[in-house]
């Protein structure tokens, strides 16, 4: 039954070929990119495609990325009061992982971090 399945679909590759419908596609010409889902379990890997392709991600996965963009904006900051409000929305999103249990306590900034942080601001602020 698979045997025929394939060759009814080789048949319709090789007619849309000869009609032309397959000429001026996206990254003709270019490698295909393929994507490394060996991490993904065997039976979950269509899914979890489809679901990629839609756009959803992992709750998890979205507050670490939000997690990185505030840190990153603590870093970059200059502002007193936009680093007090990096570093409360910083507790908030690592609490919410803790909470959770979708993380460790490895996450929770370290009070020599805050210091740095501010005594580099009041310095620039002072200097």
Do not use: W
Not at 17 to 44: A, F, T
Not at 85 to 91: E, G, S, V, Y
Request: hydrophobic share 35%; with cysteine; charged share 40%.
């Amino acid at each position: 039954m698979r045997i025929g399945f394939n060759r009814i679909i080789e048949e319709k590759i090789l007619k849309a070929q000869e009609d032309g419908k397959l000429d001026n596609l996206p990254g003709l010409g270019k490698p295909l990119e393929m994507e490394d889902d060996s991490r993904v379990p065997e039976d979950l890997r269509l899914t979890h495609k489809i679901l990629k392709n839609a756009g959803c991600v992992p709750r998890e996965l979205e507050d670490h990325v939000e997690i990185r963009r505030t840190e990153d904006l603590l870093r970059e900051s200059d502002d007193l009061s936009e680093t007090y409000r990096a570093m409360k929305r910083l507790r908030l999103l690592k609490a919410k992982l803790l909470r959770d249990g979708r993380s460790q306590a490895i996450f929770d900034i370290p009070e020599a971090y805050q210091e740095g942080v501010l005594n580099r601001l009041n310095r620039k602020q002072n200097g």
